[in-house]
C-alpha cells in the first residue's frame, strides 16, 4: 500500500507537493492508495484500478491537538468512491482517546452494512514510548472493537508479539524517511515477523528514487527478497 494521505494534516508534504506529477507514475507498482477523497476526485484518474485505502478520519491540524479528530467523511461518498477499505485514526494514551476509539467504531458499524471494511490507524503521540507493550496495547483494542485490519509501526524489539497477540491482520507503518537499506530491512523484519503488508509513504516518495524504492520494497513483500537483494534492484533500478 502507497500511503500519501499525510497532506490531510499536514498539508502539502515533502514530496507530495506535486502528486499528479510525483506520484502517479508510482501508482502502477502498488496494490493499493491510501489517500484522501481530496486527492482521489482531484488527480487521480478513473483509468487507475488499484484499490483505495480511503482516509476517512480528520479535522485537525499540526497547529493543533492532532488526537481530536472527527469522522469527517459520509458513508455515500465511500461508496460513490468505491472504496476498499476506510482508515481511521486511533490514539491511544491520546487526549481524545474515547473520541477516536469511537471514531473507529462508528465506522466498523456503518462500513460493515456496505460490506466495507475499516483500517484501524494506530497514532503515538510525542510522549508515548514507542515499545511492544504500548503497541500490543493499541493494536489489541483496535482488534477487540473490530478494527478489519491494523496500520502500526515496526519496532525493533517485540514486534512478533505484537503481531501474535492481534487476531486481525497488521500492516506496517513506514515513518520517518530513512535511508533506502534501512527501510528495506525494517519492512523485510516486518513481515518476516507476522505482519500481512506494509504501507509505506516518506520512504517511498521523499526517496531519492521513489520509482525504484517502490519496486524494491514490492520484491520485500511479494517475492520475500531479502533487504541486500531488494537494495541491489533499487541501486539498479535507479541508474537505469
Ligand atoms: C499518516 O498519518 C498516515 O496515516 C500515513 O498514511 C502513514 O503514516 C504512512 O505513511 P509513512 O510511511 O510516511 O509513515
Do not use: W
Not at 503497541?135 to 509501526?153: D, M, P, V
Amino acid at each position: 500500500m502507497l500511503a500519501v494521505d499525510h497532506g490531510y494534516f499536514q498539508g502539502p508534504t515533502t514530496g507530495l507537493e506535486r502528486i499528479d506529477i510525483n506520484i502517479l507514475p508510482l501508482v502502477q507498482h502498488a496494490d493499493t492508495l491510501m489517500l484522501t477523497r481530496g486527492i482521489l476526485r482531484s488527480i487521480v484518474p478513473s483509468s487507475v484500478s488499484q484499490s483505495i485505502v480511503l482516509r476517512v478520519s480528520g479535522g485537525t491540524s499540526i497547529l493543533k491537538e492532532l488526537s481530536n479528530e472527527e469522522i469527517a467523511v459520509d458513508m455515500e461518498d465511500s461508496i460513490r468512491l468505491n472504496v476498499c477499505a476506510m482508515a481511521v485514526q486511533v490514539f491511544i494514551g491520546g487526549e481524545y482517546e474515547r473520541q477516536s476509539i469511537i471514531n473507529m467504531t462508528k465506522m466498523v458499524d456503518i462500513g460493515t452494512r456496505y460490506g466495507i471494511p475499516t483500517l484501524a490507524v494506530t497514532a503515538v503521540g510525542k510522549d508515548m514510548t514507542r515499545d511492544a507493550r504500548y503497541f500490543r496495547l493499541a493494536t489489541r483494542i483496535c482488534a477487540e472493537l473490530g478494527a478489519h485490519y491494523i496500520k502500526t509501526y515496526y519496532i525493533e524489539d517485540g514486534f512478533e508479539t505484537v503481531t501474535a497477540s492481534c487476531p486481525v491482520p497488521i500492516v506496517m507503518a513506514g515513518g520517518k524517511k530513512l535511508p533506502e537499506l534501512d527501510a528495506l530491512t525494517m519492512a523485510y523484519r516486518a513481515v518476516q515477523e507476522g505482519a500481512s503488508g506494509v504501507d509505506m509513504g516518506r520512504n517511498i516518495f521523499q526517496s531519492e528514487s521513489p520509482a525504484a524504492m517502490i519496486q524494491a520494497v514490492k520484491a520485500v513483500v511479494h517475492d520475500n527478497e531479502t533487504p541486500e537483494k531488494a537494495f541491489e534492484l533499487y541501486t539498479t533500478v535507479k541508474n537505469e
